[in-house]
């Protein structure tokens, strides 16, 4: 199986900053990333896929990129909203997701 | 609308049994895989498997082989997933799961239901 790995479980941030959340993949997945949040208490919520296509609803302040093993999720201008676990998910062969980056709001 | 209803929260004895079913609405059943996640506490999210309700035909997660079974009643448009000989491991929240209009990524989660596995 593909290992997805985020190094940062936490990350602290202010609303209003610009903060970006990495996943290395255990091999190449050829852009095949998708994003998710997750808020306490609700199911995830799909962000991202193809490593930078936007789903539907999706604020633009949300922004995926990344090619090879290495891809970011950026968040251009945090808001308060945005607390949540992220998790991302390669969809090259059988599904497997990163251990999850907890955003901590300043 | 696409709406995933899960059913609710079950308390089961170790080594028992417990089927979970996952009621759709919004768009055609049988068209779609419906897949199985499993979240643990404080845990990440593990793929169980997918099931085709066209015709049955499922795949699974090596890891969940023996312990899970996927079927469908495409009927009622709802899906089922059975996890067998529990153990404490296997209190976590289980999530249907169904792909986006691109065949990719989870676009559609049902709300969860937790399994708490308690003599």
Not at chain 1, 60 to 77: P, Q, V
Not at chain 2, 7 to 24: D, N, Q, R, Y
Not at chain 2, 40 to 60: A, F, T, V
Request: glycine share 10%.
């Amino acid at each position: 199986d593909i290992v997805m790995t985020q190094s940062h479980k936490f990350m602290s941030t202010s609303v209003g900053d610009r903060v970006s959340i990495t996943c290395k993949a255990s091999q190449d997945v050829s852009t095949a990333v998708a994003w998710y949040q997750q808020k306490p208490g609700q199911s995830p919520k799909l962000l991202i896929y193809w490593a930078s296509t936007r789903h539907t609803g999706v604020p633009d302040r949300f922004t995926g990129s990344g090619s090879g093993t290495d891809y970011t999720l950026t968040i251009s201008s945090v808001q308060a909203e945005d607390l949540a676990l992220y998790y991302c998910q390669q969809h090259y062969s059988t599904p497997t997701f990163g251990g999850g980056t907890k955003l901590e709001i300043k | 609308e696409v709406q995933l209803q899960q059913s609710g929260p079950e308390l089961v004895k170790p080594g028992a049994s417990v089927k979970i079913s996952c009621k759709t609405s919004g768009y055609t059943f049988t068209e779609y895989t419906m897949h199985w996640v499993k979240q643990s506490h404080g845990k990440s999210l593990e793929w169980i498997g997918g099931i085709n309700p066209n015709n049955g035909g499922s795949s699974y997660n090596q890891k969940f082989k023996g312990k899970a079974t996927l079927t469908v009643g495409k009927s009622s448009s709802t899906a089922y997933m059975e996890l067998r000989s529990l153990t404490s491991e296997d209190s976590p929240v289980y999530y249907c799961a169904k792909l986006g209009d691109y065949d990719v990524g989870f676009a559609y989660w049902g709300q969860g239901t937790l399994v708490t596995v308690s003599a």
